[in-house]
T-cell receptor, first 114, second 112 residues
Framework: GESVGLHLPTLSVQEGDNSIINCAYSNSASDYFIWYKQESGKGPQFIIDIRSNMDKRQGQRVTVLLNKTVKHLSLQIAATQPGDSAVYFCAENMWSGGSYIPTFGRGTSLIVHP | NAGVTQTPKFQVLKTGQSMTLQCAQD?????MYWYRQDPGMGLRLIYY???????DKGEVPNGYNVSRLNKREFSLRLESAAPSQTSVYFC???????????FGQGTRLTVV
């Protein structure tokens, strides 16, 4: 099966910088994407999602961009804070058999230096 | 509102022992999942239950069984634990399959 991958396993930034976490997917049939944040010792938490009929979606300090042409997804975090340090996962979902099939990527570790 | 509750949080088993991981959600979600997470890897789906009364295999089902006891509860059983099953296990639920999932805090399982 096709899988979700991440360009960078670890990203280090300074507090206040903007962070960009990338995700590549290879399944052109995927049409729904979710970003999760996982802090150390905790379960993943939903951050933001985007459907394939959109190319951008904004939340509080986060923006997700979707480029279907090159099958690329990114999560932008504005004014990164130490509390943003975590592992970030993208999950792609393909509609099949009346429901979505979710597949998680390996994750990117974001380290924010004060 | 507790969300998704997993028990136990930590467990050490000897090879060959059996145990059941418990999961309960109070959000009236239809779908529930069991994932395992190994170091440096993403979440891999073990089993899922799209709705009450149904269960299906995920990516890595071998060595596990599940029971969707009712809409709230979804348990994962290891019949004969093996060291390869050492991992962190997460239960999750969503309104419907593949949608935004809510995760429990995880169960750290070590098989020696």
């Amino acid at each position: 099966g096709e899988s979700v991958g991440l360009h960078l396993p670890t990203l280090s930034v300074q507090e206040g910088d903007n962070s960009i976490i990338n995700c590549a997917y290879s399944n052109s049939a995927s049409d729904y994407f979710i970003w999760y944040k996982q802090e150390s010792g905790k379960g993943p938490q939903f951050i933001i999602d985007i459907r394939s009929n959109m190319d951008k979606r904004q939340g509080q300090r986060v923006t997700v961009l979707l480029n279907k042409t090159v099958k690329h997804l990114s999560l932008q975090i504005a004014a990164t804070q130490p509390g943003d340090s975590a592992v970030y996962f993208c999950a792609e979902n393909m509609w099949s058999g009346g429901s979505y099939i979710p597949t998680f990527g390996r994750g990117t570790s974001l380290i924010v230096h004060p | 509102n507790a969300g998704v509750t997993q028990t136990p949080k930590f467990q050490v088993l000897k090879t060959g022992q059996s145990m059941t991981l418990q999961c309960a959600q109070d959000m009236n979600h239809n779908s529930m999942y069991w994932y395992r997470q190994d170091p440096g890897m993403g979440l891999r789906l073990i089993y899922y239950s799209a709705s009450e009364g149904t269960t299906d295999k995920g990516e890595v089902p071998n060595g596990y069984n599940v029971s969707r006891l009712n809409k709230r509860e979804f348990s994962l059983r290891l019949e004969s634990a093996a060291p390869s099953q050492t991992s962190v296990y997460f239960c999750a639920s969503s309104v419907n399959r593949g949608e935004q999932a809510f995760f429990g805090q995880g169960t750290r399982l070590t098989v020696v």
